[in-house]
Nanobody
Framework: QVQLVESGGGLVQAGGSLRLSCVAS????????MGWYRQAPGKRRAFVAY???????NYADSVKGRFTISRDNAKNTVYLQMSSLKPEDTAVYYC????????????????WGQGTQVTVSS
């Protein structure tokens, strides 16, 4: 059973930056795709970005050019560098990992970490 622990969230002004981290444990992640989702108040949990074991990345249109995902396989950790933050980026951010090369819709998963809150003030 994989365990996911997200950290790095906080309160930041619009235009600012944050770096999220997620440590995954309990399984061999070398062949996994890892990524991030977010859930804003009153909205569905939505895909943000992923990076697979080959280093290929994919981003939601709303964060392209502002967010950068990376991973450290030796530490079983995935990062999300967020820049030029906007109030609409306010959400709880969750990481996930899955065997394969892409991440599915959030509804595919039935187990999540506690997430980390990101609040962007205007």
């Amino acid at each position: 059973q994989v365990q996911l622990v997200e950290s790095g969230g906080g309160l930041v002004q619009a235009g600012g930056s944050l770096r999220l981290s997620c440590v995954a444990s309990g399984v061999d992640l070398s062949g996994d795709v890892m990524g991030w989702y977010r859930q804003a108040p009153g909205k569905r949990r939505a895909f943000v970005a992923y990076i697979n074991s080959a280093g290929r990345t994919n981003y939601a249109d709303s964060v392209k050019g502002r967010f950068t995902i990376s991973r450290d396989n030796a530490k079983n950790t995935v990062y999300l560098q967020m820049s030029s933050l906007k109030p609409e980026d306010t959400a709880v951010y969750y990481c996930q990992t899955k065997r394969g090369t892409i991440l599915p819709d959030a509804s595919w998963f039935d187990s999540w970490g506690q997430g980390t809150q990101v609040t962007v003030s205007s």
